[in-house]
T-cell receptor
């Protein structure tokens, strides 16, 4: 079955540091890939997505590239801010589940940015 | 501000109570979802509705009863819950028949069972 393996946290960085959160996946079909972010006390927000190989999703300075050859979708940001502190979830939606939008989530990575 | 609205934000109930969680969206999405999220864990899918019909039930105990009265509303009826059911309950919606469309989440209802 489908699975997502995500970098274990927690991750603590200083403000303006470079961020990478690793995500690899296993899927039987043609997955779309997503990064969601969850701020304290809130639900999940879509951060970015990519729907096919070599697509790059980007939003709010975050980027991730869909790499089919390495089955990866690593999240990066060049200069993090305190406001980026949150839990980040990598997820996939397999097109084989056409019509049923079942998301498979990674375990989540808690990120803390210190001033 | 999220486009999926959940009420109430917090709920405390005893094990013999009956209560309902409500979810509303006005994005024209025809797929709606209930998730359960325990602390420091990813969301776990409970139910999926597609065009107001239940399409996925992830072997959820019958003390949780979903209802989709129309394309904008989703309810989760609760009865005789157990302490281990305490969690954040998230509602989400998405377009149907497009595997590349993201789900939009509400802020959740934090449920505590006494």
């Amino acid at each position: 079955g489908d699975s997502v393996t995500q970098m274990e946290g927690p991750v603590t960085l200083s403000e303006e540091a470079f961020l990478t959160i690793n995500c690899t996946y296993t899927a039987t079909g043609y997955p779309s890939l997503f990064w969601y972010v969850q701020y304290p006390g809130e639900g999940l927000q879509l951060l970015l997505k990519a729907t096919k190989a070599d697509d790059k999703g980007s939003n709010k300075g975050f980027e991730a590239t869909y790499r089919k050859e390495t089955t990866s979708f690593h999240l990066e940001k060049g200069s993090v801010q305190v406001s980026d502190s949150a839990v980040y979830f990598c997820a996939l939606s397999d097109l084989q589940n056409f019509g049923n939008e079942k998301l498979t989530f990674g375990t989540g990575t808690r990120l803390t940015i210190i001033p | 501000d999220t486009e999926v609205t959940q009420t109430p934000k917090h709920l405390v109930m005893g094990m013999t109570n009956k209560k309902s969680l409500k979810c509303e969206q006005h994005m024209g999405h025809r797929a709606m979802y209930w998730y359960k999220q325990k602390a420091k864990k990813p969301p776990e899918l409970m139910f999926v509705y597609s065009y107001e019909k239940l399409s996925i039930n992830e072997s959820v105990p019958s003390r949780f009863s979903p209802e989709c009265p129309n394309s904008s509303l989703l309810n989760l009826h609760l009865h005789a819950l157990q302490p281990e059911d305490s969690a954040l309950y998230l509602c989400a919606s998405s377009q149907v028949l497009r595997g590349n469309q993201p789900q939009h989440f509400g802020d959740g209802t934090r449920l505590s069972i006494l």
